[in-house]
């Protein structure tokens, strides 16, 4: 496994729908277990494949911080989205920025598994909120199109980011 480099706001790779993965690869294992490594090193909540510059769809999140919360989604799609919440979010592609942005509260999110199985994720909170962000970026879109006012600077540019 290994760090890749995380793609900065303006590579076009970031602004592409992914293409849907079909079967289970070796390679994709590799990238999976890289993408994990790159979100823990990074100390962020989520990361998308092209945020490390590939275009297929796969989000790994996790907002614990002790890595017992770990998700790994392909092809994910929002089934259902309910209520809303009003909040900070920042992007490891634009790092010491954050920006409030408005996500559904609660999703229900299906999605294939590492194994290629189907899987249905229910999740509130800033997990509903990790699942959107990350989900945005499959679909080439990054929060700052959401941000509500101006993107404001963190100080804690490493911490909190997805
Ligand atoms: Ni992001």
């Known amino acids: 496994m290994a760090i890749r480099n995380i793609r900065i706001m303006g590579d076009p790779v970031l602004s592409k729908e992914c293409k849907k993965v079909t079967q289970m690869t070796e ?3 590799i990238l999976i277990g890289d993408m994990l490594d790159t979100m823990y090193d990074a100390q962020g ?3 998308a494949a092209p945020q490390v510059g590939i275009l ?3 989000c790994v999140v996790d907002i614990t911080d002790d890595k017992s919360g770990q998700y790994v989604l392909i092809n994910p799609e929002i089934i259902e989205a309910d209520g809303s919440q009003t909040g900070e979010e920042g992007c490891l592609s634009l790092p010491g920025k954050q920006g409030t942005v408005t996500r559904p509260q609660h999703v229900v999110v299906k999605a ?11 999740a509130d909170d800033l997990l509903a909120r990790a699942f959107c962000h990350e989900i945005d970026h499959l679909h080439g879109h990054m929060y700052v199109e959401k941000v509500e006012g101006e ?7 490493q911490e909190d980011e997805e």
């Open 45 to 47: 909540v989520g990361l």
């Open 151 to 157: 993107l404001k600077d963190t100080e804690r540019a």
């Open 27 to 29: 390679r994709i294992q």
């Open 56 to 58: 297929k769809s796969i």
């Open 112 to 122: 294939l598994n590492e194994k290629m199985e189907e899987v249905t994720i229910e």
